[in-house]
């Protein structure tokens, strides 16, 4: 009898363990599950820059690390998601949302060094500065040991000279450290490495040099070369006149910075003194350095050529430089003296960028003398981020040159320079209702609604080539089609088998400007609950209020195989379980 009890009891046991077990089991499948289907969500937020599923996600996952996906770094994929560049909005956008969400400014990128690195290491300076904005270390070192201050001053990769001192003033500004371990030589590298840092950037280094002068600081390198670096001419002819030893490339990095920031007359002591040749001059960094005197003096009393018969790509360079600088002066000298020509395009741009309007203008006139800058070409060069505010730009192009932007993409365009654009005659373009969208404004939309667009109309501004074979012989009235050159006068019934704009980016969309689109007439597809998977559950449920159809023939959608497939499955396969209390 003891022996029953005893065993019934053990049974009893069991059951209860086995049940313990069972439920522990079932909680870590559950949240196991639960963090897979985030991760997926997460990815399509991250893929589609859809802020307000990103929100969703972490309401939902509380403790879910949206510092990570599966290429990494996820800040990192917000910031240059898919080659694009930081200044995109959509990339400005969401990396915000991010930040603003908790992602760590600090986390590491998928080359293995910090984010702040890289973006120093590549002139993403708007990434930098967001970064920045949201806390990431200054002091912060990469595997070489190497601050950002410091990659700035000696960037191996980047090649946009303009950045690089935009950003040290910026990070000096917020308190970066300026220390004599930027400039101290390290002994035991090769020569040519051991001053790389020192020569990549005359304009970031003069700064900084500047900078340790003023606060009574000196580093360890030969003084003719520290006092060369920091423009003071006369002690560097100073130290090499009283003996002070130079190695080949010591004397090198002085004739160098001689002609960067030397008058001719110290130039010519310099070179004497290093017994080096004139011709071995670098007008590029000369350019850069601002220096017109010496530019003057290598042209006219040396023979310096601006061109070469074979155009070499400093060449190319030097106007451009003068432009992106804002040298104005020596812009003028350098047009005056025949120098190499890059295009309309590529100065215009630079003038944007420098922000100066005179100097635009300049350049302007200058192009229109032998090029005929019209709308299919270097108006629609300028990019959108830097056009963004410079009203008076659009002003001169518009009223006094009769550029009427018809063709200019809104990509980066904000609200109130599209509504200028707008006021100013700009007609309404095919994809100004697709960028609208992807804004995520309502006021943006309506803009361009009032102005004429057709809320159903088709979606223009994605890779169509990756969508519907046939879509040269849709737009078969154009050789070399772009979106941009779709004007409304042109559409035609071909293009009826593009998705309407309306459905196929949804997946960016929060849900007011789908219910305001909703609203204002915008037709509900049968298959938009397809479309619809990418976007925020509040997207959604609008179109489930709106009964959007959900008896789906799927057997034309991408990766189902079963012609009986149900939407519930369809949720379930694509790790959108979020969506399964909608049906």
Same mark, same amino acid.
């Given at each position: ?31 196991? @599950? ?18 307000? /599923? ?5 309401? +939902? ?33 969401? @990396? ?31 990434? #930098?500065?967001?970064?920045? &904005? ?36 910026? *990070? ?7 220390? =004599? ?37 000196? $580093?360890?390198?030969? !003084? ?26 010591? !004397? ?35 350019? %850069? ?8 003096? /290598?042209?006219?009393?040396?023979? *310096? ?18 432009? /992106? ?45 032998? =090029?005929?800058?019209? +709308? ?22 518009? @009223?006094?040159?009769?550029? #009427? ?11 109130? $320079? ?27 939309? %309506?803009?361009?609604?009032? !102005?004429?667009?057709?809320?159903? %109309? ?23 089609? $772009? ?5 409304? &006068?042109?559409? #035609?019934?071909?293009?009826? &088998? ?12 929060? @849900? ?24 925020? !559950? ?41 969506? /399964?209390?909608?049906?």
């Amino acid at each position: 009898m003891k022996n029953i009890k005893r065993m019934v009891s053990l049974f009893l046991s069991g059951i209860i363990l086995f049940s313990l077990v069972s439920c522990s089991l079932k909680d870590k499948v559950k949240e196991i @599950s639960g963090f897979s289907d985030a991760s997926k969500i997460f990815q399509i937020a991250l893929e589609n820059k859809n802020v307000e /599923l990103l929100n969703e996600v972490i309401k +939902e996952y509380p403790d879910y690390d949206i510092n990570k996906c599966e290429q990494g770094s996820s800040l990192a994929k917000a910031l240059f998601n898919n080659g694009g560049r930081a200044t995109d909005y959509e990339n400005i956008t969401f @990396s915000r949302a991010m930040l603003d969400a908790g992602a760590d400014p600090n986390v590491k990128s998928t080359n293995g060094d910090y984010l702040l690195i890289t973006t120093c290491d590549n002139d993403f300076y708007w990434a #930098t500065e967001l970064l920045v &904005e949201y806390g990431a270390d200054l002091e912060v070192k990469n595997d070489l040991g190497y601050s950002p201050l410091y990659l700035v001053m000696a960037n191996f990769y980047g090649d946009s000279e303009e950045n690089r001192i935009k950003t040290a003033k910026f *990070f000096v500004d917020k308190g970066a450290a300026v220390t =004599t371990d930027l400039f101290n030589i390290d002994e035991n590298k090769d020569e040519d490495l051991r001053y790389h840092h020192i020569g990549a950037s005359p304009v970031v280094s003069n700064y900084l040099m500047n900078i340790l002068h003023e606060k009574g600081e000196e $580093t360890n390198m030969p !003084k003719a070369m520290e006092y060369a670096i920091s423009g003071d001419l006369d002690k560097t002819i100073e130290y090499i006149e009283k003996g002070e030893a130079l190695t080949d490339k010591e !004397k090198e990095l002085v004739f160098d910075y001689a002609s960067y920031f030397g008058m001719p007359d110290e130039f010519e002591t310099i070179c004497r003194l290093t017994e080096m040749q004139i011709d071995k001059v670098n007008m590029e960094r000369i350019i %850069q350095c601002g220096n017109l005197d010496m530019i003057q003096y /290598l042209i006219e009393k040396c023979g *310096f050529k601006l061109q070469s018969e074979k155009v070499s790509p400093s060449q190319e360079n030097y106007l451009k430089l003068a432009v /992106l600088f804002g040298y104005s002066d020596i812009f003028d000298y350098l047009c005056n003296h025949n120098a190499y020509n890059p295009g309309a395009s590529v100065l215009l741009e630079s003038a944007l960028y420098n922000g100066n309007l005179d100097l635009f203008k300049k350049v302007y006139e200058y192009e229109a003398q032998s =090029t005929d800058i019209t +709308e299919l070409n270097e108006i629609y060069n300028l990019d959108g981020y830097y056009l963004n505010g410079k009203l008076d730009f659009i002003d001169y192009l518009m @009223s006094e040159k009769n550029h #009427t932007f018809e063709c200019y993409s809104f990509k980066n365009i904000d609200f109130e $320079t599209a509504r200028y654009l707008y006021e100013k005659g700009r007609p309404l373009n095919i994809t100004d209702l697709d960028y609208a969208i992807c804004h995520n404004d309502i006021e943006y939309i %309506q803009l361009v609604l009032d !102005k004429g667009a057709d809320i159903n %109309q088709k979606c223009y501004s994605f890779d169509y080539s990756n969508y519907v074979s046939n879509y040269k012989e849709q737009v078969s009235q154009y050789d070399n089609f $772009t979106s941009k050159h779709i004007y409304y &006068e042109n559409i #035609t019934e071909k293009n009826k &088998e593009l998705p309407t704009a309306f459905s196929y980016l949804l997946n960016k969309c929060n @849900s007011e400007c789908i219910k305001f689109m909703i609203e204002n007439g915008a037709e509900i597809p049968d298959d938009i609950l397809i479309y619809a998977s990418e976007a925020s !559950k509040a997207v959604n449920q609008i179109l489930f209020d709106n009964n959007a159809n959900t008896n789906i023939d799927f057997s034309n959608v991408k990766g189902v195989m079963r012609k009986d497939y149900s939407l519930e499955k369809y949720y379930r396969s694509i790790g959108r379980s979020d969506l /399964l209390d909608l049906l």
